[in-house]
């Protein structure tokens, strides 16, 4: 058997936020440029494009991943979330709510990132204490040091959620 | 931060890798989960002409559960080593290092086929695999063969593999009775590769004394570091504290770790007896059912 060519340029297809999404890529563009620069949902952050700041998380099958470190070819056929997945419509999911009740965002950079982390915690562990947040957050990175007010907003999202939110 | 330029190819098959590795030659470059090769290339400290990636190769993602071992595919992630029932169960050490390898992030991607084979010398897998005497199964274009994890790791980011061949998975043997084992690190912030880590083994008589101890080390210098003196050392005496520490210390003392920005060399030593006792303290008390 032969096997397949080696190409420098190929076709994705993808789920993105629910909607079926195609480009033609080059091999080495990472998932997080194919969003943003592809698909224009620059929601997304780009950071240290190396995998330590967190910024550009995104939801790969239901689980959170860089999408730096992950090659837009690799999602070929994958379903992905964004932050602009979250909300349904105007209405906010309880981590953004939990997060703007909170004063959770500073610059905002980082903030996509935490948002998609934190939605995946709570799907998982819906009544997180500080010390499993915190846990959960440690891949992220905020420049402006915002971190007690984060925590503060993924709790309130819990209580959110648990009151019968999302 | 780009990634220099590359072809990418995505066989379905272990041989179809095999084969594309061959052709592409020596400067092709197998992806996995790509949590270490993809900063590389961002870092451009690397610039392979082809990517193979395994990650759509049928079967690699398996965990199988055999009377003796546990066989994990090359392309099992961190996470799932960290849930899954049957790596609980057979191979409980990878379940408890499991979360210390990088942020959750990384553990969905990352993959322990891919870690064996980048072998970082302060990454978690090397030191467990040779401590639980793993062996790996190694495709090339002449077939597979068998490689025990202790001619595997050669130095730093270097294994015995050749270029053409593809790590396909890993064999862990299901530890024999009265065995218990334990994992420990110290990282500056969590998630951060380990400072040090240690995970040891020790296998009791029926007696209540030790028939069989080691310790693994990592961050300790070009690669993981497997010391099986500790065996010999505890051989027939109870696994009392004073005993096991005693044995840490000169274990610790046989270490050659380097000084780098985040500790000195001494630093690392005296770390690593801390880790290396702890971690033979609960293994013994794992060993004899009490924890």
Known sequence: MTPPEPR?????????????????????????????????????????????????????????????????????????????????????????????????????????????????????????????VREALSGHLCRCTGYESIVDGVLRAAEIAREGGR | MKPPPFAYVAPDTVSGAVAALVEAGEDAKVLAGGQSLLPLLALRLGRPSVLVDVGRVTGLDRVEARPDRLVIGATVTHARLARDPSVARHAPLLAEAAPSVAHAAVRNRGTFGGSLAHNDPAAEWPAVALLLGARVVAEGPGGPREVAATDLFESYLTTTLAPDEVLVEAHVPVPGPRTGTAFEEVSRRPGDFALVGACARVGLAPDGTVADAAVAFLGVGSTAVLDERPGVELAGRLPADEALDE???AAAARLEPHDDLHATAAYRRRVAATLARRTLQRAAARAGGLA
């Open chain 2, 247 to 249: 044995v840490a210390r």
């Open chain 1, 8 to 132: 420098t340029e190929l076709d994705v297809a993808l789920e993105v936020n629910g909607e079926p999404r195609r480009a033609r890529v080059e091999a080495r563009r990472s998932l997080a440029e194919l969003l943003r620069d592809d698909l224009g949902l620059t929601g997304t952050h780009l950071g240290c494009e190396h995998g330590v700041c967190g910024s550009c998380t995104v939801l790969l099958d239901g689980n959170p991943v860089r999408s730096c470190l992950t090659l837009a070819v690799q999602a070929d056929g994958r379903v992905v979330t964004t932050v602009e997945g979250l909300a349904d419509g105007d209405d906010l999911h309880p981590v953004q709510q939990g997060c703007l009740e909170r004063w959770s965002f500073q610059c905002g950079f980082c903030t996509p990132g935490v948002l998609i982390t934190a939605a995946a915690l709570l799907d998982e562990e819906p009544d997180p204490d500080e010390a499993t």
